[in-house]
């Protein structure tokens, strides 16, 4: 009994460290082709079929890169900064129900260990700039703190709103809620089980998950016209590369999140048709195109915007909808 | 309400650019795929010179009287000739134009008389020697046919 579960356990290990980097490679493969189409370029295209083995040969050049350690930079902080971007997203996929029966571990305080790990995140950008002891990556690392404390506070209303109205911090139960046909879901369930703003709330959802995984337009971390390369100005190589698919698969947690809170996971949307992981990776791959979709329509915002943003508008409207909803739960 | 209107209109432009991109993603791409491809160079574009070939005989148009050369401010055209049997007037034997020294002026193509020389198309030109800018332009319109 005990063997099997460890069996079980290693096979999700090994298959989750295998999505996450599959995906941060395809992913940045992903986002040039997009960027691509949505300058009406061509992309990537000499490496292999459509340029399909380009991440294979950009990690080739990432990896054969020496891994310079630069003069008067901190050199513990320097290098566990990229593991503790990286450790956290992987291990937030621990708690994401892919399928029914394809979830590592049903914990029942899954979206609370998710939003546990996303904040460690926001730790490693801040230790990479701090300990990079250049001036870019410090005044970049300050923005990604402030940034993201701004919008931990909405992203957190929203999910306690939906919390409410789920009743349960189980993932796979709040998925399990969500089935019987795309009206069931939570971005626009019509039950009197939850507010009327909760399309509001996947909105602020999305802008936050955005903000938090500082995606365009709020790459402040990263903000290559203004700051070099913000907090990763001074990593070479691998160093770089471990951010960069950091940096993907907490996007593929943020859009895993959104699919499962509001697009009711792998429950397929018309009743007739089967469940399956199938459905669950269809919605969560449209909201990352929609997050690259995003990243090339809008210019990067103010600063001072982004936070009129989250503490002027986000804030307020999904303080409003935490209450709206606790008095339509009592009522209704 | 300001506050509110302004959150619905900054909420609408947004979708309003979104769809914008969107139409964009799935137009035909503009790209040039520039060394499998190349651009049709415009009639005026104004390359190194090259002879024009006499349609009729087959031989270079240039009755090598010599005025490109002396017309020319950086001295970068040397041309010889000679007198054959049963040939009217002087036939070219070499034409070098040295490229490195031109500064694509034009006076050359001016001054022919006989409209024997023209700005070439070429636009491609890299090399990391000096002796492969000196074109001779006789062998040039041997070869091209």
């Known amino acids: 009994m005990l063997t099997t579960e460890l069996i079980r356990l290693l096979a999700f290990l090994v298959g989750i460290i295998a999505f996450a980097a599959g995906n941060a490679a395809y992913l940045v493969y992903a986002e040039r082709k997009g960027a691509a189409f949505f300058q009406r370029r061509t992309g990537p295209k000499e490496v292999g079929p459509q340029g399909l083995l380009q991440p294979l040969a950009d990690g080739i050049k990432l990896m054969t890169k020496q891994l310079l350690v630069p003069e008067g930079v901190d050199p513990i902080l320097f290098k566990i900064a990229p593991i503790m971007l990286m450790v956290p997203a992987v291990m937030s996929f621990v708690a994401i129900p892919f399928s029914e029966q394809l979830t590592a571990r049903h914990i029942d305080l899954g979206l609370l260990m998710i939003f546990a790990f996303a904040s460690v995140n926001v730790l490693g950008l801040l230790i990479g700039g701090w300990g990079s002891a250049n001036k870019y990556a410090i005044i ?84 290559e016209s203004e700051l070099v390369a913000g907090t990763f100005t001074e990593y070479p190589g691998m160093g770089f590369g471990v951010f960069f698919m950091g940096e993907y698969a907490n996007i593929v947690i943020g859009a895993s999140l959104v ?32 997050v690259i979709w995003i990243r090339w329509t809008y210019p990067r915002i103010q600063f001072y915007k982004l936070l009129n943003l989250s503490w002027k508008i986000l804030i307020p409207i999904s303080l409003f909808n935490l209450i709206l909803t606790a008095g339509w739960l009592k009522v209704f | 309400m300001p506050y509110f209107s302004e959150i619905y209109t900054g909420t609408r432009s947004l979708f309003v650019g979104l769809g914008i991109t969107l139409k964009e993603f799935f137009k035909k791409s503009v790209t040039l795929q520039y060394p499998h491809e190349h651009l049709e160079m415009p009639p ?12 009729e005989s087959g031989m270079a148009k240039c009755v090598c009287c010599g005025m490109c050369q002396k017309t020319c401010p950086s001295k970068c055209i040397s041309l010889t000739g000679e007198k054959r049997e049963g040939v009217k007037g002087k036939v070219l034997t070499s034409y070098i134009l040295d490229f490195t020294t031109c500064s694509l002026c034009g006076m050359c193509v001016e001054s022919c008389k006989f409209g024997a020389i023209t700005f070439s198309k070429d636009y491609n030109l890299a090399s990391t020697r000096r002796s492969d800018y000196v074109f001779d332009l006789l062998k040039r319109l041997e070869g091209k046919k």
């Open chain 1, 140 to 223: 970049a690392s300050a923005r990604v703190v402030s940034q993201n404390v701004a919008y931990e506070i909405p992203m957190l209303l929203t999910a306690i709103t939906l919390v409410m109205a789920t009743n349960t911090m189980n993932l796979n139960e709040i998925v399990a809620q969500q089935g019987g046909g795309f009206w069931n879901w939570n971005l626009i369930r019509l039950t009197w089980a939850a507010s009327p703003l909760t399309p509001v709330a996947f909105l602020i959802f999305f802008t936050c998950m955005l903000c938090e995984t500082n995606r365009a337009p709020f790459d402040m971390a990263e903000a």
């Open chain 2, 44 to 55: 005026r574009f104004r390359g190194h010179i090259e002879l024009i070939k006499d349609t």
């Open chain 1, 259 to 290: 699919t499962v809170l509001f697009l009711g996971g792998w429950q397929s949307p018309l009743p007739f048709l089967p469940n399956s992981v199938v459905w669950f990776l269809m919605k969560m791959y449209a909201i990352i195109f929609t």
